[in-house]
């Protein structure tokens, strides 16, 4: 069984800068986060999809990330414009049903400067 | 909303010794409960889970969680380490219902010594 697969696996952009990340679940798993995990801190809740519909967004800082899942598959977040403290690994998972464990990629490491 | 709390940051130990990391969460509703590891440079696996049933949950690798729910604790467990548990380990919870909203702990750094 595949895994969650997510790229590019490296960026590093300037401030004030725009930038996108791409995910795609395992096949059939309803549920996407995405999360964003800084240096020594544990993974923080972006947002989470069932499907094509948001369930929660609520620490999502909207004013300058976006993230879709338009046909319920695979799914894009984006910064725009990025700051010095969006430097961070961007974590996408899965999981095939409300409350069943969640399989993660390897993340994307985003630099700032 | 849930939240979770690793009462250490750091944990250093000596191999074949035992260790326990610690982990307390909050919730108004009933929880599901994780531990997920990292190991360096690697994405974050599953290490086990309390869905329901047994409060005593185990993982292949000789790894255990007891849900305590009077102490809203779900401490993680090894009775004799090696040097390749050395990992992050991190605590997660999420609440029964329609919401699936998993929110992890900081995280605790296990380094095993020889």
């Known amino acids: 069984e595949a895994g969650v697969a997510q790229s590019p696996r490296y960026k590093i952009i300037e401030k004030r800068q725009s930038v996108a990340f791409w995910c795609n679940p395992i096949s059939g798993h309803a549920t996407l986060y995405w999360y964003q995990q800084i240096l020594g801190q544990g993974p923080k809740l972006l947002i989470q999809?069932?499907?094509?519909?948001?369930?929660?967004d609520s620490q999502l800082p909207k004013d300058r990330f976006s993230a879709e899942r338009l046909k319920g598959v695979d799914s894009t977040l984006k910064i725009q414009p990025a700051k010095l403290e969006d430097s961070a690994v961007y974590l996408c998972?899965?999981?095939?049903?409300?409350?069943?464990?969640?399989?993660f990629g390897q993340g994307t490491r985003l630099t700032v400067v | 909303a849930q939240s979770v709390t690793q009462l250490d940051s750091q944990v250093p130990v000596f191999e074949e010794a035992p260790v326990e990391l610690r982990c307390n969460y909050s919730s108004s509703v009933s929880v599901y409960l994780f531990w997920y590891v990292q190991y360096p440079n690697q994405g974050l696996q599953l290490l086990l889970k309390y869905l329901s049933g047994s409060t005593l949950v185990k993982s292949i690798n000789g790894f255990e969680a007891e849900f305590n729910k009077s102490q809203t604790s779900f401490h993680l467990r090894k009775p004799s380490v090696h040097i390749s548990d050395t990992a992050e380990y991190f605590c997660a919870v999420s609440q029964w219902g329609n919401n699936n909203d998993m929110r992890f702990g900081a995280g605790t750094r296990l380094t095993v010594k020889p």
């Open positions: 998972a899965s999981s095939l049903a409300q409350n069943t464990e969640a399989f």
């Open positions: 999809f069932q499907n094509n519909g948001v369930v929660d």
